[in-house]
């Protein structure tokens, strides 16, 4: 196999990756909603391309994600969250469990609060934009 057919082969491999982390869970019962009756709530994907600190959310009511889910729809009103802060360089996981109060047709994303240089993570805070 050439030196670029390779690499075109592990660029597709890459993107498929990166592609399949993008769903969002539905966290309610019932048909789908339109996005103005919920809220979405997203971490960051799980491949994260070299990114120095990655929040990544691991569930919402007791319901855990897949690997290719990085968010939920979510309805309006108080919800648990169960999330992992990672930072790269010192390999340190920290996990934390946020009551996040979400509004209708709002998305809501998850934002690490780092110390010491970036090189742990103190908490998580979510963070709303319309």
Aim: proline letters at 3%.
């Amino acid at each position: 196999m050439s030196a670029l057919l390779r690499e075109h082969a592990w660029s597709c491999a890459g993107l498929l990756l990166l592609c399949s982390g993008c769903a969002s869970l539905q966290g309610y019962d019932g048909a789908k909603r339109p996005g103005e009756e919920v809220a979405r709530i997203s971490g960051d994907l799980r491949v994260t391309a070299g990114s120095p600190v990655s929040v990544l959310l691991r569930q919402v009511d007791g319901h855990t994600l897949n690997l290719s889910e990085n968010g939920v729809d979510v309805l309006p009103g108080t919800h648990t969250l169960l999330v992992d802060c990672l930072i790269k360089e010192t390999s340190r996981t920290s996990r934390y469990s946020i009551e996040a109060d979400v509004s209708a047709g709002r998305h809501y994303k998850l934002r690490p609060q780092t110390a010491a240089g970036m090189r742990e993570c103190s908490g998580v805070e979510l963070e709303a934009s319309d």
